[in-house]
């Protein structure tokens, strides 16, 4: 027997807030029988039709890389924030900089990191990096030492509310990595947790020069197997 249009946008709303996480286009589609009259138009239709419900609403539905999600709309953030004594993470300049050359860089090694921002990079923010799960190892470099390799992960997507990395702004749009921090949702960067040799920021226009120049530096093979979340280049794939 066929479900009713209704109870299958219902199921699938009551499915994504009982997730507490994003839950995939397949996942979601598994949650019915084969006899139940749902395939993927049907799925589609129920979330179009719980996007169009909360339109004016204070949750939305959004798709990131990992599946669908129900979220909070940012412009509330001011009082649904208020629920938790906590406050957000806050994170150094150097921290988004640093992110920000494995992002559109990646796959890079510390060492590829530290030549474009032009200091040394802190091992407290590789760590940080990793155990927010924003970025692993995906390879070794294949050079005396063996240095790891550094790529973004589905989580980096999901956190900044991205389906893949080609919906991260332009590099030639980035100059103000203050302005960039508050867009990508960070609270504040705290200048004063940075250690001497972080102290100096490169602007926007000195990262994009030195990305260039990196790219034309191919003088070490690398030794790097994507899996399956990733492509060739270790880009994470949708």
């Not at 209704?6 to 996480?21: C, F, K, P, W």
């Not at 150097?94 to 090694?109: D, F, K, S």
């Not at 302005?179 to 990508?184: A, G, M, V």
């Not at 602007?203 to 003088?219: I, L, N, Q």
Request: glycine share 6%.
């Amino acid at each position: 027997m066929s479900i009713h249009p209704d109870m299958v946008r219902n199921i699938v709303e009551g499915a994504l807030l009982a997730a507490g996480e994003p839950v995939s286009f397949e996942r979601l589609l598994g949650l019915f029988e084969a006899d139940e009259g749902v395939g993927r138009d049907e799925l589609r239709a129920a979330l179009d039709a719980l996007q169009a419900a909360n339109a004016e609403r204070g949750t939305y539905l959004k798709e990131v890389a990992s599946g669908w999600r129900i979220q909070v709309r940012e412009d509330l953030a001011p009082w649904i924030s208020r629920l938790w004594e906590q406050r957000p993470p806050r994170y150094t300049r150097a921290l988004l900089e640093t992110l920000a050359v494995i992002a559109y860089q990646q796959p890079v090694t510390r060492s590829d990191i530290e030549q474009v921002r032009g200091v040394s990079v802190s091992s407290n923010i590789i760590k940080t990096l990793l155990d927010r799960d924003w970025i692993r190892i995906v390879g070794h470099r294949d050079v005396p030492g063996r240095p790891a390799l550094y790529g973004t992960t589905r989580g980096f997507l999901d956190y900044f509310n991205l389906r893949a990395l080609n919906e991260l702004p332009p590099l030639a749009e980035i100059r103000d990595l203050d302005k960039i921090n508050r867009e990508l949702g960070f609270e504040g960067m705290e200048d004063d947790a940075m250690a001497p040799d972080e102290a100096e920021a490169v602007s926007g226009r000195e990262v994009e020069a030195d990305m260039s120049a990196a790219d034309d530096d191919d003088d070490h093979e690398v030794d790097y197997a994507p899996d399956e979340d990733q492509n060739e280049d270790g880009r994470v794939l949708r």
